[in-house]
C-alpha cells in the first residue's frame, strides 16, 4: 500500500508544478500582451502621421509627373492639384507597391476625401488599395484647401 500512496503524491507534484507554469506563463502573457498591442498602435500612428505630412507637400521635385517622382506629394501654393491626385492615383492603379516605397511605409493605406475631388470629370473619392483587413487599421485626419474652400482628407494605415 505505501508505494501506491507514493506514486499518487508523485503525480500529484507534477501536477501542480504544471499547473502553476501554466498559471505564471497566463500572467506573464497577460501583462505583455497590452504592451505589445500599444508598441504596434503606436509605431502606425507615427507611420501615418509622416505619411500624411508626406502627402501634403507638393512632392519631389516640385512639378513631379509620373515618370520622374521621387516623393508624392498633392499640393501646389498651399492647395490641393488637382494635376497631382490624377498623377498619384495613376501611379496606384499602375504599381501600387511602387507607392508605398515612394511614402516610405510598409503599410498599407487608403487616402479618402470628405468632398469628392471632380477630374476630367469623373468624381474621385478615394485613392489607394481598399481596406480588406482591419487588423491595426488606424485613421488620420488632415485639412487642407480644395477650389479655396477647406476639405479633410482622412489617410487610413493598416497591416
Known amino acids: 500500500m505505501n508505494n501506491k500512496a507514493q506514486a499518487w503524491s508523485f503525480d500529484l507534484i507534477v501536477a501542480v ?6 498559471l505564471i506563463g497566463l500572467y506573464l502573457y497577460a ?3 497590452p504592451e505589445e498591442n500599444k508598441n504596434s498602435y503606436d509605431e502606425l500612428r507615427y507611420q501615418a502621421n509622416i505619411f500624411a505630412d508626406i502627402l501634403l507637400t507638393e512632392g519631389l521635385p516640385e512639378n513631379w509627373n509620373e515618370n520622374n517622382v521621387a516623393r508624392i506629394g498633392i ?5 490641393i492639384n488637382e494635376t497631382k491626385i490624377n498623377m498619384f492615383k495613376n501611379l496606384v492603379e499602375s504599381n501600387y507597391d511602387n507607392t ?4 516610405r511605409t510598409n503599410y498599407n493605406y487608403y487616402v ?6 471632380i477630374i476630367n470629370g469623373i468624381s474621385v473619392e478615394g485613392i489607394g488599395l481598399i481596406n480588406t483587413n482591419d487588423k491595426n487599421l488606424i485613421k488620420i485626419a488632415r485639412y487642407t484647401i480644395y ?3 477647406p476639405i479633410t482628407i482622412n489617410i487610413y494605415l493598416w497591416e
Not at 112 to 117: A, D, N, S, W
Open 31 to 33: 501583462f505583455n500582451a
Open 75 to 79: 499640393i501646389s501654393g498651399a492647395k
Open 100 to 103: 508605398k516605397i515612394l511614402f
Open 112 to 117: 479618402t476625401f470628405v468632398e469628392p475631388i
Open 17 to 22: 508544478l504544471i499547473f502553476s507554469g501554466a
Open 147 to 149: 477650389k479655396d474652400k
